[in-house]
């Protein structure tokens, strides 16, 4: 009986060791076959964001996933030193970085030797250095399209001015002095290279001009207290305000002309896609924004003696009484 039952316990063991290889070599066997699976499905793409707590990069990024539908991965420079930032982004083996906003290009430009990156949200790229490896689509809508509808819209404004800095729209300043003269418009800027600069700026400009035009600047529009204050000024000498965004609306904007974000979005992942399929159509190094929308503040504009056209109401997109 006792050897029955020993023989039965090492037949038991001999059992359990055998279950434990064959398991082991499943495991193993399951590993070679998934890893080219899992090989398939790395990131092609890393996402490095200049800081995701900016409530447009952000919406940018969110917008862009919905279109990209490949495996990302998301560096966002806000959570690390720019030495872990950079290492990070280095060591990274996708194809592609899509660099959104000026901080996350200029990094990504720096380490990543010769990966190609696409851009977006730069105020004014022609002010950075765009390599054989860069691509992009612009943030500010063709300056000849814009005032074309400014034209379009209040026939007789001859002059339009601009708040600028040298730093960030230079560039931009000269495309649009040369598109406002095609259109029979006349564009008076005034440099502004300081906040203390802002407000005498407004305040020479003003009379000279019938209407302000006020564009992406982050040396202009440095903080609410100067925002507010070209809003006072305008306001008191009776100049409407053409712009970019929204969200000055509720300040009191006449119009906005905006460039659209799930546009540009779809634009970026279409390009993205090209890229990691070896430039198949690529023809633009930096594509200009597809899609616009144009709104118009009515409660607004009966503030101003400024004459609107009603005939050319079809072109826009919103009408706020």
Request: hydrophobic share 45%.
């Amino acid at each position: 009986m006792m050897k029955k039952a020993i023989f039965k316990m090492i037949k038991s063991d001999t059992l359990s060791v055998n279950q434990l290889i064959v398991s082991g070599l499943l495991c193993f066997l399951l590993q070679i076959i998934a890893y080219p699976l899992q090989a398939k499905e790395q990131s092609d793409l890393v996402i490095v964001n200049s800081d995701l707590s900016i409530k447009k990069y952000a919406l940018t990024q969110q917008l862009f996933e919905a279109n990209y539908k490949s495996p990302v991965t998301v560096i966002n420079l806000a959570d690390y030193s720019q030495k872990k930032a950079s290492y990070l982004i280095k060591k990274n083996k996708s194809k592609t970085i899509y660099a959104i906003g000026s901080k996350a290009y200029l990094l990504s430009q720096q380490v990543a030797e010769n990966k190609n990156i696409v851009f977006s949200s730069i105020i004014n790229w022609q002010r950075l250095t765009v390599t054989k490896h860069s691509y992009g689509v612009a943030q500010e809508l063709p300056t000849a399209m814009q005032l074309t509808m400014f034209r379009y819209l209040f026939p007789e404004i001859k002059r339009v001015g601009v708040l600028y800095s040298k730093q960030y729209n230079k560039e931009w300043l000269l495309d649009a002095i040369e598109a406002a003269k095609n259109v029979g418009i006349g564009l008076i800027a005034k440099d502004v290279d300081s906040k203390r600069d802002l407000s005498s700026a407004i305040a020479g400009l003003l009379p000279t001009v019938d209407v302000l035009w006020l564009i992406a600047d982050p040396v202009v529009l440095a903080n609410k207290a100067a925002v507010n204050d070209i809003f006072k000024q305008t306001k008191n000498r009776q100049k409407p305000v053409f712009t970019y965004s929204q969200s000055l609306l509720d300040l009191g904007a006449v119009l906005v002309i905006s460039a659209d974000l799930p546009t540009i979005s779809g634009q970026v992942s279409a390009l993205v896609d090209e890229l990691n399929r070896n430039k198949i159509t690529i023809t633009e190094q930096v594509y200009k924004p597809a899609g616009s929308h144009i709104i118009l503040n009515m409660k607004q504009l009966k503030k101003y003696p400024i004459k609107l056209n009603k005939e050319a109401l079809g072109s826009v997109n919103q009408i706020i009484e």
